[in-house]
């Protein structure tokens, strides 16, 4: 029965989720194709243009990235083949895309939830944007200097595409929102198998090296192992505990929040992103030595920063010791 009653509740929960989402991405969907028929979004498109070039996507995408970035990666998802025709991109292009919404996608939600951790939301939301278009940046010019997947995308999973007619339109919605049902409950009962059979935590301590060298130490190690793997909700909720019973130092929750920004939920994020064609190495074995690398640097920054510049731009001490 205890059995029966975890599958419930893990369900439950999935289906929980699952439902916030179609809340959210339907209506954005429905309105971004009613605006992309009237030609609102080629008239929007200019806007983004200076910063999709730099990475070198084109300027229709900035649309799916701003979604990414306010309502989460299954908010952009959807918008990708509708704002630009598959046939029209690589899988370099898929894969700098990605990264873009892998470093900074659901960001009112997420930095809330690291803000009460203590660090400042401004300077970590920075970080996480300009972080995320450093690594895009960096990767467009390495693939365009190789000519490293330039091949035509060919995605596993094709959310949508423009269609002729409003029918087809929904027949295509309908079938992403099946399909994001079926992954999202794979994924949930693949993480708990995970964390049954234990390879959850073997591949945790196996991070607690690398953390090292981003300057991550001790507890906030294993948080962020935890954040890396299940998501911020998971290792900046745990973080909070730490913070307001003193037992992680300031800085080392600010590094490790910083590092989960730039790198959380590996396992689910990266299928879904993966599924629409984007390449494993761009999108994790790169993403994870940038973020390693950049946690490395700030921690150096950090430890030179006087205490009275970090209190007052990157932490918020006052309102951690009021809430212990």
């Known amino acids: 029965m205890p059995f029966l009653s975890f599958i419930r509740r893990n369900t439950a929960q999935t289906l929980g989720i699952y439902w916030v ?7 954005i969907a429905i309105i971004t194709e009613l605006l992309s028929r009237m030609g609102a979004v080629k008239a929007i498109a200019p806007a983004f243009a200076p910063i999709m070039n730099l990475v070198g996507l084109a300027p229709e995408l900035g649309l799916a990235w701003l979604t990414g970035m306010l309502v989460g990666i299954w908010g952009a998802v959807p918008l990708v083949f509708t704002l630009v025709p598959v046939s029209s991109l690589s899988v370099a292009d898929v894969t700098v895309f990605s990264a873009l919404i892998l470093f900074a996608h659901g960001l009112p ?11 400042g939301m401004i300077a970590t939301t920075t970080l996480r944007i300009a972080g995320g278009l450093l690594y895009a940046f960096m990767l467009h010019h390495l693939l365009s200097a190789t ?14 595409s423009a269609t002729p007619d409003w029918a087809g339109y929904f ?13 999202l409950v ?17 591949m945790m301590k196996a991070l607690s090296p690398v953390l090292r060298l981003a300057g991550i130490n001790g507890e906030a190690g294993h948080l962020t192992a935890i954040g890396l793997f299940l998501g911020i909700s998971y290792g900046a909720g745990l973080l909070i505990r730490e913070a307001q019973s003193g037992a992680v130092s300031p800085r080392q929750i600010f590094l490790s929040c910083v590092f989960m920004g730039f790198a959380h939920s ?24 940038f973020a390693v690398a950049a946690c490395a640097a700030i921690a150096v920054l950090l430890r030179r920063l006087p205490d009275r510049a970090f209190f007052a731009q990157m932490f918020r001490l006052r309102t951690m010791e009021a809430e212990r």
């Open 21 to 27: 989402l179609v809340r959210i991405t339907v209506p």
């Open 109 to 119: 939600i997420e930095q809330k939830i690291i803000q009460k951790a203590g660090p």
């Open 147 to 160: 000519d490293w997947l330039s091949a035509p995308v060919a995605p596993v999973w094709l959310p949508m």
């Open 171 to 183: 027949r295509g919605l309908a079938e992403t929102m099946a399909w994001m049902l079926v992954i």
């Open 186 to 202: 794979t994924l949930s009962w693949g993480l708990e198998i995970l964390k049954a059979t234990g390879l959850m935590e073997l």
């Open 266 to 289: 590996v396992i689910e994020d990266t299928i879904v992103v993966m599924s629409l064609g984007a390449n494993l190495h761009g999108v994790l074995t790169g993403r994870l030595v």
